[in-house]
């Protein structure tokens, strides 16, 4: 890994689970979820900041698959990505 990666997956994780954040839980630790965009490679994909529980646990991404957990939460990964931006970009 890179070290510019590195510099920015912590930066990414320090803004904790950007779903906690936008669902009102507040502050969360967090793991780096990588995007996948049309079957591509996760090296290069953009990254998000997820809890376990939204990451890898039965109601997160991994458990419920990229759809089912837009449909229970009403937001995207690309719209988790959006917010993830604009909060780096204003840090």
């Known amino acids: 890994m890179k070290q510019s990666e590195k510099y920015h997956y912590a930066r990414v994780a320090r803004l904790g689970c950007i779903l906690c954040r936008h669902l009102g839980y507040g502050e969360s630790e967090c793991e780096i979820h990588h995007i996948r965009r049309f079957g591509g490679k996760r090296d ?16 997160g991404v991994h458990g419920l698959g990229a759809k089912g957990f837009e ?10 990505l959006e917010m993830t931006e604009k909060l780096l970009a204003s840090a």
């Open 71 to 80: 449909k229970h939460y009403q937001i995207g990964q690309e719209d988790l």
């Open 44 to 59: 290069n994909a953009p990254v998000i900041g997820l809890c376990r529980e939204h990451h890898r646990g039965n109601t």
